[in-house]
């Protein structure tokens, strides 16, 4: 009789240690195997897209009254957000820039780029153009850029706060243009009723004074009106998103988004595992852990 193992506490071999290795390499395999019978996949999606879209521009007003702040924080910064929120739901319509105050300028012509797109109508501020409000000369240059579109509906959404009063163009000539070459218009005034804070610059700093706000309504649903498009105003901020929401609405492009669904099987990896566990326990066991008589 032993009364004690203490003795043989040191003849434990690593063969024993490890004995059971085996028997785990082979739960690991049939975990592997069971794992590629259910044939795991990956499905990648995509999309093409076609059909007809619009080419837009859109001609904001930069003046000086554009700084009032009857908007938050004032009426250029305000329709340059809802511009941008335009801009972001236009995916597969060409949309340019044009800006205009005493003089027009072509910020960003027709592109479907809408990192450049929205840079550049960020990077407007009042005080790029000599000041004034030239409605027939930003309407002018935004009929010309879309002058050589092939596409079948070509609109222009023009902002403005203000009247006509400086411009080589007349906006009535501006106007007859755009009809001549199929160019529908939308109007925006921008402005509340009777007067708003302006920042002006004087001797002693930026002073808020109050000026009255006068927008050429008449002059505006004329042009709407008799090139297809509509006059719309805006008196606040929310009443400036839901105008741009409709003109969404109104101007709905033809497209046509088919998805095509790819699987990859990924069962593979899990089986070679599995073989290769296996073939690892065989080998184990009928040599290093192969038992005796």
């Not at 093409?48 to 001609?59: K, M, Q, R």
């Not at 199929?182 to 007067?195: I, K, S």
């Not at 050429?216 to 400036?240: C, P």
């Not at 497209?255 to 069962?267: G, P």
């Amino acid at each position: 009789m032993v009364s004690s193992v203490r003795n043989f506490a040191g003849t434990r071999s690593w063969k024993n240690t490890f004995r059971h290795f085996p028997f785990i390499l082979r739960l690991l395999a049939v975990i592997a195997l069971v794992l590629a019978i259910a044939r795991p996949q990956i499905r990648n999606d995509e999309q093409i897209t076609s059909g007809e879209g619009i080419d837009i521009i859109l001609c904001l007003d930069i003046s000086g009254s554009m700084l009032a702040q009857d908007f938050t924080p004032n009426r250029m910064e305000a329709a340059k957000n809802v511009a941008s929120e335009f801009i972001n739901g236009r995916p597969t319509d060409r949309i340019g820039l044009v800006i205009f105050s005493g003089e027009s300028f072509t910020m960003c012509p027709l592109t479907t780029d809408r990192a450049v797109l929205k840079t550049q109508l960020f990077n407007v501020e009042s005080g790029l153009l000599e000041d004034g409000t030239a409605i027939g000369s930003g309407l002018a240059t935004s009929v010309e850029r879309l002058r050589s579109s092939h596409s079948k509906s070509k609109v222009i959404i023009l902002l403005t706060d203000g009247e006509n009063n400086g411009g080589l163009i007349d906006p009535n000539t501006a106007k007859e243009i755009a009809k001549s070459v199929g160019v529908r218009v939308y109007t925006v005034g921008v402005g509340t009723e009777g007067f708003a804070p302006m920042p002006v610059q004087t001797a002693g700093g930026v002073v808020m004074q109050r000026e009255k706000v006068s927008i050429d309504e008449k002059l505006l649903t004329q042009i709407a009106t008799e090139t297809g498009g509509k006059y719309f105003r805006a008196k606040d901020n929310e009443s400036l998103s839901s105008i741009y929401k409709e003109i969404d609405q109104l101007e709905k492009s033809k497209i046509e988004i088919n998805t095509l669904k790819r699987y990859s099987e990924q069962f593979f990896p899990f089986a070679f595992a599995a073989a290769c566990m296996l073939l690892l326990e065989v080998v184990l066991r009928f040599t290093i852990f192969r038992k005796f008589p």
